[in-house]
T-cell receptor
């Protein structure tokens, strides 16, 4: 998967708890993205990064925050998880704002 | 939402037949891409077509783009069972953000 990993791959948590998902790349690509995938909605962009410490909001950013302190790592944090954040989360990387390479995904269940 | 929409939502064909799926979008774009997703996996990039291109080929894939109608089509020729997957279009209009459609689920029956 183009040198991109996500951790954890599966997580079950309770409403109100904080959750952090990690995306790690070995490609040194500038751009990194977090998406969520839900039935009937396809993939929706949560946040993206265009460089170290440079991030911006996507289409569905409410309830999520991100950080990128190193080129290779992009963290997605749910400060206080809600059931509506149950989803499959995908990280993607891109060298050129064109082709994106996706990670294997993280399945998150919020009870 | 600037999300695109694929049509049909689901498609079932026999191996060897051609599969055509369509994508419509709402705003002006820089480029349009098609991705494939196998069950339980991440998306894989298939092909990119720029706004000034009308048709592009890659192996058994043929993509067309009609910017006047804000639509694109993906044709997979001589389909194989291994082509069974979901197919998504994605548009790029701002350069930093991508908007994905809801996908077409393709089943190729051996």
């Amino acid at each position: 998967d183009a040198g991109i990993t996500q951790s954890p791959r599966h997580k079950v948590t309770e409403t109100g708890t904080p959750v952090t998902l990690r995306c790690h790349q070995t490609e040194n690509h500038r751009y990194m993205y977090w998406y969520r995938q839900d039935p009937g909605h396809g993939l929706r962009l949560i946040h993206y990064s265009y460089g170290v410490k440079d991030t911006d909001k996507g289409e569905v950013s409410d309830g999520y925050s991100v950080s990128r302190s190193k080129t290779e790592d992009f963290l997605l944090t749910l400060e206080s998880a809600t059931s509506s954040q149950t989803s499959v989360y995908f990280c993607a990387i891109s060298p050129s704002q064109e082709t994106q390479y996706f990670g294997p995904g993280t399945r998150l269940l919020v009870l | 939402s600037q999300q695109g929409e694929e049509d049909p939502q689901a498609l079932s064909i026999q191996e060897g037949e051609n599969a055509t799926m369509n994508c419509s979008y709402k705003t002006s774009i820089n480029n349009l891409q098609w991705y494939r997703q196998n069950s339980g996996r991440g998306l894989v990039h298939l092909i990119l077509i720029r706004s000034n291109e009308r048709e592009k080929h890659s192996g058994r894939l043929r993509v067309t783009l009609d910017t006047s109608k804000k639509s694109s089509s993906l044709l997979i020729t001589a389909s194989r069972a291994a082509d069974t997957a979901s197919y998504f279009c994605a548009t790029d209009n701002t350069g930093n953000q991508f908007y994905f459609g809801t996908g077409t689920s393709l089943t190729v029956i051996p």
